[in-house]
């Protein structure tokens, strides 16, 4: 056990004489290249007794471990007749920081980039019991970034620790409780739990990844089961001070203080408090607000500072489905757990016509618009003063509760074979050092000046110093760069280095651009949309109404164009479904009117119908307004005698579970007529959102010029069957606009 000191560790020695006579002798401790300490030894027959050498002289040269230093020594103990033992540690103190309440190693502040990990092992169903198994899967971890990995209501066999120590990887076991009625709620659970907890912490001692425990997942108290728990943590720091105890992850869900024992809090909230971006039921700012880089958690941390005395870092965030691999990963189960969950949506997938090809796109947007909000996330838990972490949930599918594919690797624990799984892309926005931009928002106009905030959260082994460097660039012209004033980024803090301004009067058309940042090595990239101030596009010959009103259906018997464009409402749009910007929260099994399972846009960047509004494959933050606010319209009885389905020009993808055809925008024809329909709401939506009119711009150019000539049929009553609309506004000369009037 490493002494505070950081100069000389405290070793116990167990010595066990099995045989029928008392034993007198002597004993030697030694760390490799130290000092040899001799102490006398009795031990009756049959009997253990416990040698200690509370100060052994670790030399004038301490090696430290932490992340970034994995220094170990050997420490051998022998008796003179000959029996020996040797064990592994190294020198750490693991701690809170009195004054700011942030976890820290060796004196230097600690951000846990964690990752929860589900015991989920599906070639062998157990946990790898060699090294190699560790090795693997801790440098995928790794490899995106992850410096810590709880273990979710269970505790790993030894290798993990091993393997921990020589990669740097700091752990937190658990007890085996997950979500009990009452926690220590009866003598048999008081008497395992008691005896299981001591055993851990005695089992795993010489450990330095160790350096948390808790009693489980979710736990509930009564009957004096939180008192209980607060008298055994205090059993556990007797026997055990080098590590730090609380009471539960996430209790009550975050509602219960943690006792006045416990040494940390983690949680999904303080006592009430924010400490995630979202929720079950697609709560929470990341997909009810429109998209912004200035949210923390400031009060939830201050709180736990302030009425507990305690760090805090949050719990299971993210939760963000990613489409199933169902191209790649169903080979790789060789061992004893069958994929009947995949093979069930490729059987789906295969029922309903959708090709490989369409496959990978819904697996590569839904990877893409994951991978944002987890982005969100972590930013805005590296932008909160204070803050000792944030746990995910996570990096790695989990293969239960309905399947929850939430990862950039499978369950597995490799990384998915797709660009949104890049672990180097991730490690940006996920490292020791990370530059921020806090914005008020991504999408701008030309008349107005951009504002941002360049920051670093630096929790690496030292402080920096230097310039922050920005590029705003549409990837062939620079739009601006600069450098700011040297600034001095102290170690375990996040700090502002210059707010900068930067003009958009030069920025002519709809433009999306990168803006790079960073200080030497790290950098960091956001994406910026910048749209003409006020333009707005002619409605040309197209007649834009809410309904298949009877001038809509002279207009297309004439062989004109129309753009339905009715209130995104349920009342409307009978058949769609409630908005949402990020995909499903965890799984099929939340599934519920204000989380309906959908994953996200799916468009063609290079359709002409983007031609003024630039787009990816997928959702990003410009999307927000229309994905959030409008309504998905399921399309499913647009489909044609051979079985063709209507392809959207804007297709929102369904839950896996039931796949549907689904859309905010398509085009189609009646008869000799030409009919786009759009359930984004745009009317309502273009006049706080220049996203929004610039959409409704883009999509006006491309019905009115030749490119518009939809080819897939439908007629009015499946028209009508989906959009029903109301009368809101004044109606155009109907033969004006036959006529191609203005």
Not at 356 to 383: C, H, N, P, Q, V
Not at 471 to 494: C, I, M, P, Y
Request: a negative charge; one cysteine or more.
């Amino acid at each position: 056990y490493p002494n505070k000191d950081l100069k000389s560790a405290a070793v116990e020695v167990d010595v066990q004489n099995n045989s029928a006579e008392d034993y007198s002798g002597r004993l030697t401790v030694q760390a490799e290249g130290l000092t040899e300490r001799e102490l006398v030894v009795s031990v009756k027959a049959g009997e253990q007794a416990t040698i200690s050498v509370p100060d052994y002289d670790m030399g004038a040269s301490v090696k430290l471990w932490s992340e970034f230093e994995q220094n170990l020594y050997t420490m051998k103990a022998q008796l003179d007749n000959g029996e020996k033992a040797k064990e592994k540690f190294g020198m750490r103190v693991f701690e809170v920081d009195k004054d700011t309440k942030q976890l820290m190693n060796n004196g230097k502040k600690v951000f846990l980039r964690n990752e929860a990990n589900c015991a989920v092992f599906p070639l062998t169903a157990y946990a790898p019991m060699d090294d190699a198994g560790w090795e693997k899967l801790f440098a995928s971890y790794q490899s995106f970034g992850i410096n810590s990995v709880r273990f979710h209501s269970w505790c790993p066999p030894d290798a993990a620790f091993r393997v921990a120590d020589r990669m740097g990887m700091y752990l937190q076991p658990e007890l085996s409780s997950w979500d009990p009625g009452s926690m220590f709620g009866d003598d048999t659970e008081k008497e395992y739990f008691t005896k299981e907890a001591h055993a851990i912490i005695k089992e795993y001692a010489n450990h330095p990844s160790f350096v948390m425990f808790t009693f489980g997942n979710e736990l509930h108290f009564a009957g004096g089961g939180y008192e209980y728990a607060d008298a055994l943590i205090g059993q556990l720091k007797e026997a055990d001070s080098t590590r730090l105890y609380s009471f539960a992850s996430n209790s009550d869900y975050g509602s219960t203080k943690p006792t006045s024992n416990s040494d940390f809090f983690t949680g999904q909230v303080y006592n009430g408090t924010s400490m995630r971006g979202i929720y079950a039921g697609m709560s929470g700012f990341i997909n009810q607000t429109r998209p912004a880089s200035t949210a923390n958690y400031n009060d939830a941390i201050q709180r736990a500072a302030k009425e507990s005395g305690v760090p805090a870092f949050s719990f299971e965030v993210g939760q963000f489905q990613v489409f199933p691999d169902v191209l790649t990963e169903l080979e790789k189960y060789t061992g004893v757990l069958e994929p009947r969950n995949l093979q069930l949506v490729e059987a789906r997938l295969a029922e309903k016509g959708v090709s490989d090809e369409t496959t990978k796109k819904f697996i590569d947007a839904s990877g893409m618009l994951s991978r944002i909000g987890y982005r969100m996330e972590i930013e805005a838990a590296l932008r909160t003063k204070n803050m000792s972490g944030i746990s995910l949930l996570g990096i790695q599918d989990f293969s239960g509760q309905s399947t929850a594919l939430v990862g950039m690797m499978n369950a597995l624990g490799e990384a998915k074979p797709y660009d949104f799984a890049n672990p180097e892309e991730f490690a940006t926005f996920f490292s020791p050092e990370t530059a921020l931009l806090e914005t008020e928002k991504f999408v701008w106009t030309n008349d107005e000046e951009f504002k941002g905030k360049l920051m670093l959260a630096n929790y690496g082994p030292d402080d920096m110093s230097g310039k922050m460097f920005y590029r705003l660039s549409d990837g062939k012209t620079t739009v601006a760069e600069g450098k700011t004033d040297n600034v001095e980024f102290k170690q375990g803090d996040v700090t502002t280095a210059e707010e900068i301004t930067i003009s958009l009067a030069g920025v002519k058309e709809p433009k999306q651009l990168k803006l790079t940042i960073g200080l030497g090595d790290v950098e960091n990239y956001y994406d910026i949309w910048v749209y003409p101030s006020g333009e707005k596009a002619s409605e040309g010959d197209v007649y834009i109404t809410e309904f298949l009103d009877e001038e809509a259906m002279y207009v297309l018997g004439e062989g004109g164009k129309v753009l339905l464009t009715p209130d995104a409402s349920k009342t409307a749009l009978p058949n769609s479904i409630t908005g949402t910007f990020t995909t499903a929260f965890w799984s099929s099994q939340f599934v519920s009117e204000s989380q309906p399972g959908s994953m996200g846009l799916l468009m063609d960047p290079e359709h002409p119908v983007f031609d003024g509004f630039p787009t990816e494959y997928h959702s990003n933050y410009q999307w927000w307004p229309m994905a959030k606010l409008g309504r998905p319209m399921v399309l499913e009885n647009l489909t044609q005698e051979d079985g063709t389905k209507i392809q959207p020009l804007v297709q929102v993808l369904d839950s896996f579970s039931t796949i549907r055809t689904m859309g905010l925008l398509y085009e189609a024809r009646i008869g000799e007529g030409k009919l786009m329909v759009s359930s984004m709401g745009l009317e309502q939506l273009q006049n706080d959102y220049p996203e929004a009119r610039a959409l409704k711009n883009s999509i006006l150019n491309y019905m009115n010029s030749d490119e518009f000539d939809p080819q897939f049929e439908v007629n009015a009553e499946q028209i009508n069957e989906s959009v029903i609309g109301t009368e809101t506004k004044s109606r155009h000369n109907v033969v004006e606009k036959s006529n191609g009037g203005n």
